[in-house]
């Protein structure tokens, strides 16, 4: 079974912020906090990671809150071209296990 | 990062018969990961294949219906063997980028297998 829970899909207008939000409620301590981006017929491709607090990295932020339960991945200005199926997980001593993802459609 | 390449990309097998998708990476790795991903669904864990010792497989897997193969640690392969119909799926290998499960992976293109 995932560990996560995400939203099944999301739309978006070009050029808006779009915020993902991933509950984690069973989360452990050496858990880590990763998200990916899978487009059609790729393999998913890993956008960031995170243990606690904000990370940000040069395509998205990750907003994590001290009880580390849930996590918001922020993408800004989404183009049509960041449609794609966008994976919340937790990991540490344990292979990842992939939810259902979040299916997000930017519209133009 | 690593550059992952798989073959066959894509091929339409007749049950019962075995086929072997290979993953070559281009850089040494320590954990290689082979994933099984339906149409329109999520990605599902067969086995982690760790050079030097036998793949640890997932619930719901096993090693006769799923051999896999690590002779170093640039390469491996996994065989799905006395296809089904059922078997018709994206395999996927994947590798970490250190040692760690939580570690970034890397995910080559797929293999499509169609059974009939």
């Known amino acids: 079974l995932a560990k996560t829970t995400q939203p099944i899909s999301m739309d978006s207008y070009e050029g808006q912020e779009v915020n993902i939000t991933c509950s984690h409620n069973?989360?452990?301590?050496?858990?880590?906090i990763t998200w990916y981006q899978q487009f059609p017929s790729q393999g998913p491709r890993f956008i960031i990671q995170g243990y606690k607090t904000k990370v940000t990295n040069e395509v998205a932020s990750l907003f994590i809150p001290a009880d580390r339960k849930s996590s918001t991945l922020s993408l800004p200005r989404v183009s049509l071209s960041d449609t794609a199926v966008y994976y919340c997980?937790?990991?540490?001593?344990?292979?990842?296990?992939f939810g259902k993802g979040t299916r997000l459609s930017v519209i133009a | 990062s690593a550059v992952i390449s798989q073959k066959p990309s894509r091929d339409i097998c007749q049950r019962g018969t075995s086929l072997t998708i290979q993953c070559q990476v281009d850089s040494q790795v320590t954990m290689m990961f082979w994933y099984r991903q339906q149409p329109g669904q999520s990605l599902t864990l067969i086995a982690t294949?760790?050079?030097?010792?036998?793949?640890?497989?997932e619930s719901g897997f096993v090693i006769d219906k799923f051999p896999i193969s690590r002779p170093n640690l640039t390469f491996s392969t996994l065989t799905v063997s006395n296809m089904s119909p059922e078997d018709s799926s994206i395999y996927l290998c994947?590798?970490?980028?250190?040692?760690?499960?939580?570690?970034?992976?890397?995910f080559g293109p797929g293999t499509r297998l169609t059974v009939l």
């Open positions: 069973n989360i452990a301590t050496n858990d880590y």
């Open positions: 997980l937790v990991s540490g001593n344990t292979p990842l296990v």
């Open positions: 994947s590798v970490s980028s250190g040692t760690g499960f939580y570690n970034e992976q890397f």
């Open positions: 294949a760790n050079q030097g010792s036998e793949a640890t497989y």
